[in-house]
């Protein structure tokens, strides 16, 4: 496989239920990425990951939970939503931190929180 | 004021025509300028990088970027209904993560 891959595609949940998000890329980059995407807004970064390290949480609710175990997995562990965090969540994975060269993106989980 | 503003659309045009796409932004130190380009339930991929200002052309698809005015474009000759997605511009100053605008929905009709 290529590319950045996310599971699952699609996510019902209740808002007392805990699920994970799974993002794995094959690119041999050093950064990692959780980004949100709701209607008609622009990409919110959630948290950066380089060389398995946190290095920036945009002020994110306790109830997303991000875990990089290594430079080609990156996990968002959910607990407690809110129906107002459903949305398009995105993995993605670059070369540098600062992503200046672009990002790769995967598909994204759609999330519904209900 | 919003760090990057861009126009949501939709932008309907005929196939064949020519697209302007464009974005503002607010920093004067941002450097580095992308567009990426987003299908209907798929991820954002990377069509255009550039640095600083001036030109860069890759086929149909044309950046654009004029520092002074803070105003960035991607321009798309003889547009086909494959182009009908979504457009984002992404700036970043170079020390830190990009900023993205909220897309401007494109829609080429046959």
């Known amino acids: 496989e290529t590319g950045v891959t996310q599971t699952p595609r699609h996510l019902v949940m209740g808002m007392t239920n805990k699920k994970s998000l799974k993002c794995e890329q094959h690119l041999g980059h050093n950064a990692m990425y959780w980004y949100k995407q709701s209607a008609k807004k622009p990409l919110e970064l959630m948290f950066v990951?380089?060389?398995?390290?946190?290095?920036e949480n945009n002020s994110v609710p306790s109830r997303f939970s991000p875990e990089c175990p290594n430079s080609s997995h990156l996990f968002l562990h959910l607990h407690t939503l809110q129906p107002e965090d459903s949305a398009l969540y995105l993995c993605a994975s670059s070369q540098t931190p600062t992503g200046i060269y672009g990002y790769t993106f995967g598909s994204g989980t759609r999330l519904t929180v209900v | 004021q919003k760090e990057v503003e861009q126009d949501p659309g939709p932008l309907s045009v005929p196939e064949g025509a020519i697209v302007s796409l464009n974005c503002t932004y607010s920093n004067s130190a941002f450097q580095y300028f992308m567009w990426y380009r987003q299908y209907s339930r798929k991820g954002p991929e990377l069509l255009m990088y550039?640095?600083?200002?001036g030109n860069k052309e890759d086929g149909r698809f044309t950046a654009q970027v004029d520092k002074s005015s803070k105003y960035i474009s991607l321009f798309i000759r003889d547009s086909q209904p494959s182009d009908s997605a979504t457009y984002l511009c992404a700036v970043s100053g170079g020390s830190y993560i990009p900023t993205f605008g909220r897309g401007t929905s494109l829609i080429v009709h046959p």
């Open positions: 990951y380089s060389l398995e390290e946190r290095v």
């Open positions: 550039t640095y600083s200002s």
